[in-house]
């Protein structure tokens, strides 16, 4: 049995309203598996954990921060120690911005500073906190200032430094056939209705059968508008799914909609699936209403 590789493990601190949530989403984004306001003493329960042959994980990204009152001395001694153990790949992201964009950002959250107790204001909870964390920041395998960028410019730089040599997130792509009759699907982002072409459901030998099927697939292939649909339809979202993906999105539904959800809809939901599969897209396929009853 060939040795586990060791844990890659990604500490993300910083001054708080500095953009760690979006940090953390570009992670998570990115497959790996991430805790949020961990106490720096369960680190080494944490680590061992995921080092273990059995733990199917074996990226993970921690946040840890003022809001519990992290003692940060004890993060200096752990991050020391995992610096140190060969079976864990650390790095550590810290990240900082301005005071007038840190005392915006607080101010449009309407959120409370983790250190502004006991009468302090918040220009001085975060004078404080930048002390505090003067020494994680000069430990840092990476410091970004977010003060004038943008959750995507994050996620790029995010990606392009500490994640897989700069390589995007696979998009997530269902596609999904449903019924109208049945109501639209609320999770859908793109909606498509093929109600126009021929029906199945008044040919008595095919009505039992879906669009699964050899023969109500060639039924469905015999109607003269299912060709330019295919092309036009799939010709489109080559073009809209690597702009989604650009923009950041991981996850991306794609509906196709017939009158039952049976027949006309899943035809065509299988058959976009085949072709992007090979697109360099995660796909998977639902089929909503498959086993309803009714027309199609």
């Known amino acids: 049995m060939s040795e586990r590789s060791p844990l890659a493990l990604s500490v993300i601190t910083g001054l708080s309203g500095g953009g760690k949530s979006q940090a953390m989403g570009a992670f998570e984004d990115a497959g790996w598996f991430c805790v949020d306001n961990l106490p720096p003493q369960l680190l080494p329960s944490l ?7 059995s733990s199917a994980a074996d ?8 809001r519990g009152g992290t003692d940060f001395g004890l993060l200096e001694e752990e991050l020391d120690r995992f610096a140190a153990d060969p079976a864990i790949d650390l790095s550590v992201l810290f990240l900082e911005a301005h005071d007038d964009t840190l005392l915006r950002r607080f101010s449009e959250s309407r959120r409370r500073h983790p250190m502004a107790g006991e009468g302090r204001s918040l220009r001085s909870a975060i004078d404080a906190e930048r002390s505090a964390l003067d020494p994680l920041r000069a430990r840092a395998d990476l410091v970004i200032d977010t003060s004038d960028q943008t959750i995507w410019d994050l996620r790029d730089t995010i990606l392009s430094r500490l994640i897989d040599g700069g390589s995007p997130a696979q998009l997530q792509v269902t596609f999904m056939s449903f019924g109208f009759k049945n109501g639209s699907p ?4 793109l909606v498509f209705d093929v109600r126009f072409l021929r029906n199945p459901h008044y040919d ?11 023969q109500v697939a060639d039924f469905i292939s015999a109607d003269p508008d299912v060709r330019q649909l295919k092309t036009r339809l799939a010709d489109l979202l080559r073009f809209l799914l690597p702009r989604y993906a650009g923009e950041g999105k991981s996850h991306l539904t794609v509906a196709i909609g017939c009158t039952g959800g049976r027949h006309r809809s899943v035809f065509m939901t299988r058959w976009l699936a085949d072709q992007f599969s090979d697109d360099g897209f995660e796909v998977s396929v639902v089929h909503r209403d498959i086993s309803r009853e009714g027309s199609s």
């Open 186 to 189: 609320r999770e859908a982002d």
């Open 59 to 66: 990226k993970v990204a921690v946040a840890c921060d003022a």
């Open 47 to 53: 680590a061992e954990l995921f080092s273990l042959p």
């Open 204 to 214: 008595p030998e095919l009505r039992p059968h879906t669009g699964l099927d050899p």
